[in-house]
């Protein structure tokens, strides 16, 4: 798959694609998807998927930034996994605020992209002031030479599938309910880092993720498995937030221990995978008191990951 930052060469082939933030690629990103990928491949087209960043939410109301479902880097790797051609990363800027819908037709789907068919959701809107919608491209698409159509979404059950509901199922700590709007387990990928070592001191060592800006969807302590170790998925214990008992400076760490796993893994990318939510963070006044609580957690998380047969 190629990534193109922007739009300054425009692409070769025509294309079948699809816009949006795919915020998370859940069930419903992911039926999307894979018809356009149907579509190109049955008209002789080139696969293209076109997202923004950062999300035009972030870039009016920064104040207001809601957690990501996914890092850019994990998004692009999900849509990466669909076996689509291109991913276009346009960045959400006062220029392409401005943009009109009549100009990001003429310029960005007609004479950049050389769209030949799009698909978008029912509720997608674009250009300034969210003035373009389906109906505006249905007529523009003759005259701009392309098939347009819309996917209704997703339902799981009563359930719409969206990028808001399972942020909300997670800040609930409902996993369960997100794993199916998403279609796997949420996780959070990222580089182990040095810590403070206080795992390590008491029987507990810990692979440490600092998460910097990003603002995770949920917090607490949390059943997990890791990949990109081994061959296979390696169970454990994970704590995300804060840290209380242990920082005063409030960025968000995760940090996970590997059960019956002793490796130097520094420097490594893992993929986290959550499963169940055992308890909020907590501060303790002891670290006696921290260990006995961790001794439990980590029972939890072992029970819960074995009735899964993980």
Request: glycine share 6%; proline share 4%; aromatic share 8%.
């Amino acid at each position: 798959m190629k990534i193109h930052l922007g739009l300054s060469q425009p692409l070769t082939k025509s294309c079948a694609l699809t816009i949006g933030n795919f915020d998370g690629v859940h069930l419903g990103h992911q039926m999307m998807i894979k018809q356009v990928v149907t579509q190109a491949r049955a008209r002789h087209l080139n696969s293209v998927v076109m997202t923004f960043e950062p999300h035009p939410k972030d870039f009016f109301a920064p104040q207001f930034s809601q957690p990501r479902l996914t890092s850019l880097r994990e998004k692009i790797e999900l849509i990466e996994a669909a076996n689509v051609d291109h991913v276009v990363i346009l960045r959400f800027n006062h220029d392409l605020a401005k943009t009109t819908a009549e100009e990001f037709v003429n310029r960005i789907l007609k004479q950049q992209l050389h769209t030949r068919y799009l698909l978008v959701g029912d509720d997608f809107r674009f250009g300034a002031k969210r003035q373009g919608d389906f109906a505006y491209l249905l007529s523009r698409a003759t005259e701009a030479g392309f098939t347009c159509e819309s996917m209704d979404s997703h339902r799981v059950g009563q359930e719409r599938v969206s990028s808001s509901a399972i942020r909300e199922t997670l800040q609930q700590g409902q996993l369960d309910k997100a794993r199916q709007l998403l279609g796997r387990p949420f996780y959070i990928s990222g580089r182990v880092a040095f810590g403070k070592q206080l795992g390590r001191t008491i029987g507990y060592p810990t692979a440490n993720i600092p998460l910097g800006r990003r603002i995770p969807p949920l917090q607490g302590i949390f059943a997990v498995t890791v990949e990109g170790l081994h061959n296979e998925p390696i169970k454990g214990v994970a704590s995300l937030g804060t840290r209380p008992s242990v920082e005063s400076n409030h960025e968000p760490w995760l940090e996970v221990h590997l059960f019956d796993f002793n490796d130097n893994i520094y420097g490594r990318r893992i993929h986290v995978n959550f499963y169940h939510k055992i308890r909020d963070e907590a501060e303790f006044t002891t670290l006696d008191e921290l260990i006995k609580q961790i001794d439990l957690d980590a029972l939890e998380a072992k029970a819960y990951l074995t009735s899964l047969s993980l």
